[in-house]
């Protein structure tokens, strides 16, 4: 039975996997905004292994789970469903999007220098306009259509807050091609050559810069200021 009458099957019943059953179990007895805890769901469902993980498998189709890091009023123990995603129980559930293997997940991170697409907050980093918010970076498909469906070129990496915000904006030629025009002549050069890098033989200074937006603000912090007095000697 699917959902198009209102009624949800039962999770207790229903034949079907684990993940189904977590999905239905957090619509039914959590629900859209409520909050739970992980030993509540492994009580619910007592014997299965990897419970934790079946949950997760759920975000890459649009549902979104929220921990004390992303919301400082959960507890440490506690999470809380922000948004019911994909109906993933509904027998004409078509999944639109394929889970994104750890390592192009990875790739298309390190190629984004660990930063969201929309707004540019690093990974780690507290947003501008709220530091009690510390991002979180996932890989979403920007235009998932064509041969090409899965490929780097269509996967962005983009920051939580961004994602519930209404997605990512199709990425337009005419956009990039604005930004280029206003660069001075040395920042193309420099821009020529990124662009005509492989994601394999990056130029030094950009894997340098990649390596360093993996550390903490405090490492950065020493990092720049060791470079500063490196090249105050010069």
Same mark, same amino acid.
């Not at 805890?37 to 498998?57: S, T, V, Y």
């Not at 697409?117 to 980093?125: I, L, P, Q, Y």
């Not at 040395?186 to 990056?202: I, P, T, V």
């Given at each position: 039975?699917?959902?198009?009458?209102?009624?949800?099957?039962?999770?207790?019943?229903?034949?079907?996997?684990?993940?189904?059953?977590?999905? $239905?179990? =957090? !619509?039914?007895?959590?629900?859209?905004?409520?909050?739970?805890?992980? *030993?509540?769901? #492994?009580? %619910?469902? @007592?014997?299965?292994?990897?419970?934790?993980?079946?949950?997760?498998?759920?975000?890459?189709?649009?549902?979104?789970?929220?921990?004390?890091?992303?919301?400082?009023?959960?507890?440490?123990?506690? $999470?809380? =469903? !922000?948004?019911?995603?994909?109906?993933?129980?509904?027998?004409?559930? *078509?999944?639109? #999007?394929? %889970?994104? @293997?750890?390592?192009?997940?990875?790739?298309?991170?390190?190629?984004?220098?660990?930063?969201?697409?929309?707004?540019?907050?690093?990974?780690?980093?507290?947003?501008?306009d709220d530091n009690s918010q510390t991002a979180q970076l996932m890989v979403r498909?920007?235009?998932?259509?064509?041969?090409?469906?899965?490929? #780097?070129?269509?996967?962005?990496?983009?920051?939580?807050?961004?994602?519930?915000?209404?997605?990512?904006?199709?990425?337009?030629?005419?956009?990039?091609?604005?930004?280029?025009?206003?660069?001075?002549?040395?920042?193309?050069?420099?821009?020529?050559?990124?662009?005509n890098a492989s994601s394999e033989e990056l130029l030094p200074a950009v894997k340098a810069?990649?390596?360093?937006?993996?550390?903490?603000?405090?490492?950065?912090?020493?990092?720049?200021?060791?470079?500063?007095?490196?090249?105050?000697?010069?």
């Amino acid at each position: 039975m699917g959902d198009s009458d209102g009624q949800l099957p039962d999770w207790r019943t229903i034949s079907a996997g684990t993940k189904v059953r977590v999905a $239905l179990w =957090l !619509a039914t007895e959590v629900g859209e905004g409520g909050t739970f805890r992980i *030993q509540d769901l #492994r009580a %619910a469902m @007592p014997g299965i292994e990897q419970i934790d993980r079946r949950m997760r498998d759920l975000r890459p189709v649009g549902w979104e789970l929220e921990t004390y890091r992303e919301n400082p009023r959960l507890r440490a123990d506690e $999470l809380k =469903l !922000a948004r019911i995603g994909d109906h993933v129980w509904d027998p004409a559930y *078509q999944q639109k #999007r394929t %889970a994104i @293997p750890n390592r192009l997940r990875l790739q298309v991170m390190e190629r984004d220098g660990f930063r969201c697409a929309s707004c540019g907050v690093g990974g780690g980093e507290t947003y501008p306009d709220d530091n009690s918010q510390t991002a979180q970076l996932m890989v979403r498909a920007v235009d998932a259509s064509g041969p090409d469906a899965g490929s #780097r070129s269509h996967l962005v990496t983009q920051c939580r807050r961004c994602s519930k915000a209404g997605g990512l904006p199709r990425l337009h030629a005419s956009n990039a091609r604005a930004a280029v025009s206003e660069l001075a002549p040395e920042d193309r050069a420099l821009l020529l050559a990124w662009l005509n890098a492989s994601s394999e033989e990056l130029l030094p200074a950009v894997k340098a810069y990649l390596a360093c937006r993996q550390l903490s603000t405090s490492e950065r912090h020493a990092i720049v200021a060791e470079l500063r007095e490196e090249l105050a000697r010069e």
